[in-house]
């Protein structure tokens, strides 16, 4: 499983008194394509395979990573945070059809 490499800085670190916790955007990027691929490894079977995997238990603790790190990352990485948005939504798709197939 990949883990996520983030910085702490102590609270009096920060101008405001606040502490800080950043995530590299190469992680970030890293957990996006770790759900892309896992999805469309899922998915690459026939239809009875995918039936008989257990696609909720493998995307969905990728989707909770990385949402849990959607706050990490500055603003001024927009494209990264869609491209996020828009892996969590097609992986939640294949989840959606894995259980109308149950």
Request: some cysteine; glycine content about 4%; overall charge positive.
């Amino acid at each position: 499983m990949l883990t996520l490499s983030v910085v702490q800085r102590a609270a009096n670190d920060s101008a405001f008194g606040s502490s800080k916790v950043r995530l590299k955007i190469g992680d970030f990027r890293n957990l996006i394509d770790s759900l892309n691929y896992s999805r469309s490894w899922l998915t690459g079977g026939t239809a009875e395979e995918f039936r008989k995997q257990d696609i909720p238990g493998s995307l969905l603790p990728k989707i909770a990573q990385l949402q849990s790190a959607l706050n990490l990352v500055p603003a001024k990485f927009d494209n990264d945070l869609r491209r996020a948005a828009t892996a969590m939504e097609h992986a939640v798709a294949v989840i959606d059809h894995w259980r109308a197939c149950q």
